[in-house]
């Protein structure tokens, strides 16, 4: 069954990460995996670009299915394979919001936190950088 999907990802991608957590997760390890160098650009190469127009990772194929973005492909193989494995959202209606609210929560922190560390960083010269507007920015 999970010969017919492949998960294109990166070294070193959270959100990589998300998506094979979850294949596993739901026991779909037979899965083909293309790990793509971002050193050699490969997730911008025609075959990535023709699934994902952004040429980001992750992309998810199955079968003639395309998923991108982690949280999307997260949700897509709960919906799909919802009686195999580990059941990743619950049924309580409470339980979900505080599920659903915490993913949120760490995509945005990734997002502003770390984003936004990595973005100033390289943008910004050491002799450049306002330490304590950094520190507030990003840590408040």
């Not at 294109?8 to 739901?26: F, Q, V």
């Not at 929560?105 to 973005?119: L, M, P, S, T």
Request: hydrophobic residues 35%; contains cysteine; proline residues 4%.
């Amino acid at each position: 069954m999970a010969s017919d999907m492949t998960l294109y990802w990166g070294s070193g991608s959270a959100p990589s990460w998300r998506a094979m957590i979850c294949l596993e997760e739901k026991g779909l390890s037979g899965y083909n995996s293309r790990l793509l160098s971002f050193g050699n650009k490969e997730h911008k190469s025609d075959e990535v670009l023709k699934l994902n127009p952004r040429g980001q990772v992750p992309t998810f194929k199955h079968g003639d299915v395309v998923v991108n973005e982690s949280l999307a492909i997260s949700l897509y193989l709960e919906n799909t394979f919802k009686n195999q494995g580990t059941k990743l959202l619950p049924d309580d209606p409470a339980q979900l919001a505080l599920v659903l609210w915490r993913t949120m929560e760490v995509d945005n922190i990734r997002d502003k936190a770390i984003g936004g560390i990595f973005i100033y960083t390289i943008r910004t010269k050491p002799e450049d950088r306002d330490e304590a507007r950094f520190k507030n920015t990003f840590f408040l």
